[in-house]
């Protein structure tokens, strides 16, 4: 059993920021890699950010410059910070934990993220 919990949602006026977290638990091992994707009506899942195993990091070009995932004290912990929104980020959050051995995809409940004046 893997468990995925997010954490940090929330309404936020444009240009501000908010901290989104995420902690992966039960039998994940110890190679995997972590992300955070989001969802909007009508639209595909979109991967943001991934930090991998060997800590390479990805982002999308939309939120390149203005979002950072990292790791928080445990390697199972990992957060999103992020900054300048915009409306357009206006989403429900997910968190991913994809483990590499052996192969298994796991997802969280999902976080609404509200970017309005």
């Known amino acids: 059993q893997v468990q995925v919990v997010e954490s940090g949602g929330g309404m936020v006026e444009p240009g501000g920021s908010l901290t989104l977290s995420c902690a992966a638990s039960?039998?994940?091992?110890?190679?995997?890699?972590m992300a955070w994707y989001r969802e909007t009506p009508g639209k595909q899942r979109e991967l943001i950010a991934r930090?991998?195993?060997?800590?390479?990091?990805f982002y999308a070009d939309s939120v390149e410059g203005r979002f950072t995932i990292s790791r928080g004290d445990v390697k199972n912990i990992v957060r999103l910070q992020m900054d300048s929104l915009k409306p357009e980020d206006t989403a429900v959050y997910y968190c991913?934990?994809?483990?590499?051995?052996?192969?298994?995809?796991?997802w969280g409940q999902g976080t609404q993220v509200t970017v309005s004046s």
């Open positions: 930090i991998e195993n060997g800590d390479y990091i």
């Open positions: 991913n934990l994809y483990r590499i051995v052996p192969p298994g995809d796991f």
């Open positions: 039960g039998s994940i091992g110890r190679l995997y890699h």
